[in-house]
């Protein structure tokens, strides 16, 4: 068998064991932002610390971040213009419009750590913050434009400096640059609490997964804005940066991620229509189950 799908064929089935256990009602969709937690505040800093620590600096690695917030504002655009023309409420084109703009690279750090280990979880750890940095700002804005929570006064920028794999990436450049090579006991206690990170979150997308029968032809055009305009949008983008190797698989394949949870957060936040946010998000990551892998596997 291919090396690849060997790696890969593992994580598909710890998403089905996260269906599994939440059909026999081991685990609930409740667990799951459990269990991203703890991949977020404690996996997660954990591996980006080594793998900072034990790759090569190469200078087109600081453009990966730029190329997340060039993507954002590009789907925003493209969002704007089709939702404008299918005519949805209020909230649901919130709903529509938010989704199309937040990349799930949470989803996709298991498969670049088993794809190309250490070298891909940074690069795609990069990505991840100009991706957050969006998530929280721009993002988070048009999530409060369109929904009807008048509560809401101003984005919270705490959120985004407060993340736990921003402070590790922070703590691991600082380090790399003093030359001091990490204590072995260091590396293995990083290693160690670092490993639980990719049977965490595939369990965790697994109990996520609760599609619904809610305007399915409007998500679907939601999905190919995010999954398939965003393919393209990745791949001019690497070829004008002139990206290579595996900064231009990740920056290519992070183009093209599911729509991220964040949407499901911003729709209870703002009052945006949740059961179309809901399904945006399942039927993506369902798709992406299958397609991130062969899109690695193709741009590699």
């Keep these: 068998m291919n090396p690849f799908i060997e790696k890969i064929i593992p994580l598909i089935l710890a998403f089905f064991v996260g269906i599994a256990f939440k059909l026999l009602k081991l685990l609930s969709k409740d667990d799951a932002p459990v269990l991203l937690r703890v991949v977020l505040n404690v996996c997660l800093p954990s591996l980006t610390i080594i793998a900072i620590s034990n790759i090569q600096l190469k200078a087109d690695m600081a453009l990966i971040p730029f190329t997340a917030i060039i993507i954002v504002f590009l789907m925003y655009i493209i969002s704007r213009t089709i939702g404008k023309h299918l005519k949805m409420e209020k909230t649901t084109f919130g709903s529509f419009l938010v989704g199309t703009m ?23 750890s990069l990505f991840d913050i100009g991706n957050t940095f969006m998530i929280f700002t721009f993002t988070y804005y048009n999530a409060i434009k369109y929904g009807n929570n008048s509560k809401t006064a101003a984005i919270e ?144």
Aim: net charge positive; with cysteine.
């Design 102 to 124: 937040i990349m799930n690279t949470a989803y996709a750090l298991p498969f670049f750590f088993a794809a190309f280990g250490n070298e891909g979880l940074a690069r795609a």
């Design 157 to 300: 920028w705490k959120k985004f400096l407060r993340l736990p794999p921003l402070w590790a990436m922070l703590i691991a450049f600082s380090w790399k640059l003093t030359k001091v090579p990490m204590p072995a006991l260091a590396l293995n206690f990083l290693n160690f609490m670092g490993q639980p990170m990719v049977p965490l979150m595939m369990i965790a997308l697994g109990l996520y997964f609760n599609p619904k029968r809610c305007n399915i032809g409007k998500a679907a055009i939601a999905i190919f804005i995010r999954m398939g305009i965003g393919l393209g949008i990745g791949i001019v983008l690497s070829a004008l940066f002139g990206f290579k190797g595996i900064t231009r698989t990740v920056v290519t394949v992070c183009a093209a991620l599911p729509i991220g949870f964040n949407t499901l957060i911003f729709a209870n936040l703002e009052n945006l229509d949740r059961e179309f946010a809901a399904t945006i998000v399942s039927i993506s990551i369902f798709i992406a189950l299958f397609y991130i892998p062969w899109l690695i596997y193709v741009f590699q």
